[in-house]
């Protein structure tokens, strides 16, 4: 079973800094692609962040490319968003995502519980 525990999470400042981690078991992680993605209230649910294990690609969202940071731990089947420089529209549920195709998309395949980010002005 495909398990993604996503935590970190928190209320933060802003300009302040948070690290999320996902914890992922039941399959390959080297073999998926695995990113984060959020949801901000009444918000559609945006890619946050995304490692293609296809071709080696990470990607990031506009908004966050020079602030945030996405990294693996293979060795863990771990995957950590370093957030730098919070601002309050960075409010959302941030969510783990896995596909087993290797590619990063906005219809991953497994789902972690989200984790609440809160960066007040």
């Known amino acids: 079973e495909v398990q993604l525990q996503a935590s970190g999470g928190g209320l933060v400042q802003a300009g302040g800094s948070l690290r999320l981690s996902c914890a992922a078991s039941?399959?390959?992680?080297?073999?998926?692609?695995i990113g984060w993605f959020r949801q901000a209230p009444g918000k559609e649910r945006e890619q946050v962040s995304c490692i293609s294990s296809s071709d080696g690609s990470i990607n990031y969202a506009n908004s966050v490319w020079d602030r945030f940071a996405i990294s693996s731990d293979n060795a863990k089947n771990s995957v950590y968003l370093q957030m730098n420089s919070l601002k309050p529209e960075d409010t959302a549920v941030y969510y783990c995502a896995a596909a087993s195709d290797g590619w990063c998309n906005a219809g991953m395949e497994y789902w972690g519980k989200g984790t609440q980010v809160t960066v007040s002005s």
């Open positions: 039941g399959f390959t992680f080297d073999d998926y692609a």
